[in-house]
């Protein structure tokens, strides 16, 4: 079984985001990056797939030279190799998924793993628009409240699950008021969710064999896909500030303030 797995470049949550005062974007000095988090949920994801069903996961990323950071990580988490699609311009969410299209027709994976949502654009659109530029079906935010650590644990029905045949995966997704299982034909598309498992940590091993696996590099143009944004962004800016709030000393002064000052409760 054949695994592709996304992984963007993102700034790291921890850190403090500052809106340019021109509003044409964030400040990037000092900033730290790191794998979108949910992109990491779905290597773990392939890399659980692959240990039980055999195959391989290829992890892709699009961006410039400093996106090979992040396919690093995951090879060294363990994915065998990885594809960079070398491209600096701005790029859209059908920008994105036309060229993961691209790869995914020359790699022909059974499945495509991406995260639900990149923490930096918050678009939850590329998994869609790829399950549709290629035709397969598609299952999004992925997921199941269950942690893999104990016997008891790993005994419970996975929420990704292949089909005997190979021929389908059988997904729980998280939507509003619960959970949904759908089954879905292979190739399909799948999103994660996260809950749906906990990455693990890159060993030093790990790490160190990450150094000599390969990364194809592609471009725009070697694929022959038009990345000529549709959607711009105009400007940004940051949220109002909040007003400063106060500590009150007990319980009842809370519930006091909560009735009379501001009229919740
Ligand atoms: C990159 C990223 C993406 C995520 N995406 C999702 C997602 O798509 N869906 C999802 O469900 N979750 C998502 N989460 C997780 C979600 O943000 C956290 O799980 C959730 O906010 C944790 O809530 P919490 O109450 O445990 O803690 P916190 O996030 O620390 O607190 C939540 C709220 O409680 C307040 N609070 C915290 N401590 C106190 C205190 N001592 N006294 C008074 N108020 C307090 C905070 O001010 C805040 O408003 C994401 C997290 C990350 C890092």
């Not at 030279?65 to 396919?71: P, S």
């Amino acid at each position: 079984m054949k695994i592709l797995v996304t992984a963007k470049r993102v700034e790291d949550p921890e850190s403090k985001i500052k809106v340019k005062p021109d509003g044409s974007g964030i400040v990037q000095e000092g900033l730290k990056y790191k794998i979108n988090p949910f992109d990491e949920i779905g290597v773990e994801e392939g890399l659980r797939l692959v240990a039980k069903h055999g195959g391989e996961v290829v992890v892709v990323s699009i961006g410039g030279k400093e996106v090979q950071e992040q396919l690093r990580h995951a090879l060294a988490m363990g994915a065998t190799r990885a594809v960079w699609v070398n491209h600096t311009g701005p790029l859209d969410q059908m920008g994105v998924a036309g060229l993961l299209q691209k790869v995914a027709e020359k790699e022909k994976p059974d499945l495509v793993i991406l995260g639900k949502q990149a923490i930096d654009d918050d678009q939850n659109q590329v998994g869609q628009y790829l399950a549709e530029f290629l035709g397969w079906g598609q299952a999004t935010f992925a997921s199941k409240v269950e942690s893999l650590e104990s016997e008891q644990e790993k005994n419970k029905v996975p929420a990704l699950q292949m089909g005997a045949d190979n021929k389908s995966v059988r997904v729980v997704r998280e939507v509003d008021n619960g959970l949904a299982t759908l089954e879905c034909a292979l190739p399909a598309v799948v999103t994660t969710d996260l809950r749906l498992n906990l990455p693990r940590y890159a060993s030093l091993p790990g790490i160190m064999k990450a150094k000599s696996k390969p990364i194809e590099e592609l471009t725009p143009a070697k694929l022959s896909v038009d990345v000529t944004p549709k959607v711009q962004v105009l400007k940004m800016a940051s949220p109002p500030p909040r007003k400063a709030g106060i500590k009150v000393p007990d319980v009842a002064t809370l519930v006091e303030k909560l009735r009379n000052e501001a009229k919740v409760v």
